[in-house]
């Protein structure tokens, strides 16, 4: 009997060790690519396994409303984060990043990006892929760069919406779209610097991509949860952000 109950005893420590090597996080589509190289040494030096769910800042924001586990979440919108925390729902909010939106085509496209968004107005443009604007911060970004260069209503009935921005992008590299308003870190992807041309489209046209994360009081990895948001903050994982166009700064922690 002794026997049997340490055992059991000892099962539950290894669980429970086990427990704290894993970390689920919730993230913006747009920190995909990023997000592919920072994870990789962040696992080797803590020897904490990440798992990362990619999808628009709205729909997590919901789940995690109605009790999703996820340990983190990083939202391309900060006021999403912000919400959670003042709901009692996270804490430790995090500003990490500013995103930037440009727009997209195919290397194959005819499309002279040195237009500008006037080159949304070409004949030959059908279809313009941004995300959707009711819960994607990148699609009300867009919205709000059509609003400033009065496109809306020229525009408007050629819009195709991605569930996320990602989703958006793939409407343009699958030829379902013209032309797209993506995230200037989906542009710097590997995947898609090989296979299109961006043009930046200039911050003061938009509302601010001011992008924040918080620690889900939902999420069981509280602890591998504040090693990966002081990991974030290291000059290393700074570095790669920047290089996909995030301008970043020390992070700033409301607890």
């Known amino acids: 009997m002794f026997a049997r109950r340490s055992c059991v005893v000892l099962l539950i ?19 995909g690519p ?31 409303e109605n009790g ?4 983190l979440f990083f939202s391309a ?13 996270a804490d430790h909010l995090t500003t990490y990043a500013e995103g930037s939106i440009v727009l997209w085509v195919r290397n194959d496209s005819k499309l002279d990006l040195n237009r500008g968004m006037d080159v949304l107005l070409d004949p030959s443009v059908m279809k313009i892929a941004i995300g959707n604007p009711s819960h994607a911060p990148y699609g009300r970004a867009a919205m709000n760069a059509l609003e400033h260069y009065g496109l809306v209503a020229k525009v408007k009935d ?3 919406f991605g569930e996320n921005i990602s989703q958006a992008t793939q409407f343009v590299q699958t030829g379902n779209a013209d032309v797209g308003i993506t995230a200037l870190s989906l542009a710097r992807a590997p995947a898609l610097k090989t296979q299109g041309r961006y043009w930046e489209i200039p911050h003061d046209t938009y509302s601010r991509i001011e992008q924040g ?6 999420g069981p990895n509280r602890g591998a949860a504040l090693a990966f948001l002081e990991y974030l903050n290291s000059a290393a994982a700074r570095e790669i952000m920047r290089r996909y166009g995030f301008v970043t700064r020390s992070a700033e922690t409301n607890k």
């Open 213 to 218: 994360a918080v620690v889900l009081k939902s």
């Open 68 to 71: 999703a586990p996820y340990d």
């Open 158 to 160: 050629k819009l195709v």
């Open 34 to 64: 990023a997000f592919q190289e920072i994870t990789s040494p962040f696992e080797k030096q803590s020897g904490i396994k990440v798992s990362v769910i990619l999808g628009s800042s709205g729909n997590f924001f919901a789940q995690v």
């Open 77 to 89: 919108d900060r006021e999403y984060a912000k919400k959670l925390q003042e709901a009692g729902l």
């Open 13 to 31: 420590a290894v669980a429970s060790v086990a427990q704290t090597k894993k970390l689920t996080i919730a993230a913006a589509a747009d920190l």
